[in-house]
T-cell receptor, first 112, second 117 residues
Framework: AQSVAQPEDQVNVAEGNPLTVKCTYS??????LFWYVQYPNRGLQFLLK??????LVKGSYGFEAEFNKSQTSFHLKKPSALVSDSALYFC??????????FGAGTQVVVTP | DVKVTQSSRYLVKRTGEKVFLECVQD?????MFWYRQDPGLGLRLIYF???????EKGDIPEGYSVSREKKERFSLILESASTNQTSMYLC????????????????FGQGTRLTVV
């Protein structure tokens, strides 16, 4: 079975500081990994995905993610956080049918 | 832009009622999903459909059923609503087709917050 884990319930960061949201995965075969963001009272929005190729993936709103096969990790990063980045972030993995499995989510709080 | 529309944003139903949650997508996607979202538990897959009239159970199908008679519409049915089904329900759709199944992002509706009293 494929799964992802997000070890932090909440990440607090000051505006302008680097932001990292952690995700580890467990899959058989090649991993297909995604990050989604959810703003209050909204559905999920796609941020970026890793399929194959470069280990650094660039996505929407200045976010990027680093794929590390040896550590089975896919951490989301942003060099300089904004207050508007405060939201709930989900890591996800797809199986061969396209079925998405999500982590528990990490709440990001960016303070001015 | 892809649009996934859920019929209600907020719904209040009584215990024992039969409840229908409707979802429509306008991009001819093969895959459709129903998730429920609860604090601390993330998104849990209830049912997944990869084609018309095709369905597959997710992680928590008990107490739910689904219907997909047309490609664009995926309905979630609570046969007899119970208070432990109070939750946020999210519908999603994605492209399918061969290896593309594994590398296409899903698009989500706004969610339906269901309260069962």
């Amino acid at each position: 079975a494929q799964s992802v884990a997000q070890p932090e319930d909440q990440v607090n960061v000051a505006e302008g500081n680097p932001l990292t949201v952690k995700c580890t995965y467990s899959v058989s075969g090649n991993p297909y990994l995604f990050w989604y963001v959810q703003y209050p009272n909204r559905g999920l929005q796609f941020l970026l995905k890793y399929i194959t190729g470069d280990n650094l993936v660039k996505g929407s709103y200045g976010f990027e993610a680093e794929f590390n096969k040896s550590q089975t990790s896919f951490h989301l990063k942003k060099p300089s956080a904004l207050v508007s980045d405060s939201a709930l972030y989900f890591c996800a993995v797809t199986d061969s049918w396209g079925k998405l499995q999500f982590g528990a989510g990490t709440q990001v709080v960016v303070t001015p | 832009d892809v649009k996934v529309t859920q019929s209600s944003r907020y719904l209040v139903k009584r215990t024992g009622e039969k409840v229908f949650l409707e979802c429509v997508q306008d991009m001819d996607h093969e895959n459709m999903f129903w998730y429920r979202q609860d604090p601390g538990l993330g998104l849990r897959l209830i049912y997944f459909s990869y084609d018309v009239k095709m369905k597959e159970k997710g992680d928590i199908p008990e107490g739910y059923s689904v219907s997909r008679e047309k490609k664009e519409r995926f309905s979630l049915i609570l046969e007899s609503a119970s208070t432990n089904q109070t939750s946020m329900y999210l519908c999603a759709s994605s492209l399918s087709g061969g290896l593309a199944k594994m590398n296409t992002e899903a698009f989500f509706g706004q969610g339906t917050r269901l309260t069962v009293v």
